[in-house]
């Protein structure tokens, strides 16, 4: 049962009832004080039905991580299917699971909780794990004043967009280092030797194949990068074009159109 707060307002009456997630509404006792070792972890099914089965458990540390697809007793539905991208498949006597995109086996084991019990193996996994922590809690409290959703659809868009347009801006400007042979071993010697001028002789060699912006972006990193005295700097992401004309679009408005609002026309 969810739970309901009131929130007053400079003294005045109490506004509408809020009614919180049912992750926020429950606050379990945390653990005690000790060293802990943090594993993200996740798992795929067969279906999102109460009957599904386990086909892969997951998890990953900054020291390791692991993989495993277990063998269910039934197929994956459509849905499943194009999630995983695995499949059941049945040749002659035997079923296996199969990789939809590279069409490989997967090796595949049986169910976990059974090996657990056939090797006496639950007492060592209960002194092991300490407990299991609710992300999805988690991502309900802190992000709740700037998303109304918080699966983790949304939250890979809203989180994960930025650094995914920093990482092409980053493979843009390798890519232009790499065509024109410049190692890292030249730069640091042309900026140990001659600073600055030692860089731009260095970058003049991409003068046929990147723009002038992006050589004087890559120049002032570099240069920051290897002056203790100044502030390490990364490569600015660019915004799409598509995004920009909508931006732009949105904020000069049309006639009849309120400024604000961005109106999309295509050919039929």
């Keep these: 049962m969810a739970m309901v707060s009131e929130v007053k307002v400079n003294g005045a009456e109490p506004e509408a009832p809020v009614e919180l997630p049912p992750a926020l509404a429950e606050r379990p006792a945390g653990l005690p004080p000790g060293k802990y070792s943090l594993v993200g972890w996740d ?65 595949t084991k049986l169910n976990q909780y059974h090996h657990l019990l056939r090797y006496k193996l639950l007492d060592r996994f209960k002194s092991i794990v300490a407990g299991f922590a609710d992300s999805y809690a988690l991502a309900a409290d802190k992000c709740k004043a700037t998303v109304k959703s918080v699966s983790l ?10 650094d995914s347009l920093a990482r092409k801006r980053v493979t843009q400007l390798r890519r232009l280092l790499a065509d024109a042979g410049l190692l890292y ?13 030692g860089l731009e002789k260095q970058m003049a060699a991409l003068s046929v194949s990147a723009k002038e912006e992006d050589i004087k972006e890559l120049i002032d990193i570099f240069d920051c990068h290897f002056d203790p005295a100044k502030e390490p700097k990364g490569p600015k992401p660019r915004t799409p074009r598509n995004r920009i004309r909508a931006t732009s679009t949105g904020e000069t408005g049309e006639a009849g159109e309120p400024e604000g609002s961005t109106k999309l026309t295509g050919k039929r």
């Excluded at 991580?65 to 498949?89: E, F, T």
């Design 185 to 197: 071993s030249q730069l640091q010697d042309a900026w140990t030797n001659h600073k600055l001028e």
């Design 153 to 162: 659809r949304v939250l890979a868009r809203v989180l994960l967009d930025a």
């Design 43 to 107: 798992m795929d099914t067969t279906g999102r039905r109460l009957i599904d089965e386990i086909c892969q458990i997951a998890a990953y540390t900054p020291q390791q991580s692991y993989s495993q697809y277990i063998m269910p007793y039934g197929d994956l539905n459509p849905g499943a299917r194009r999630r995983h991208n695995v499949r059941v498949v049945t040749v002659g006597r035997y079923r296996m699971l199969k990789d939809t995109n590279t069409h490989k086996k997967q090796r």
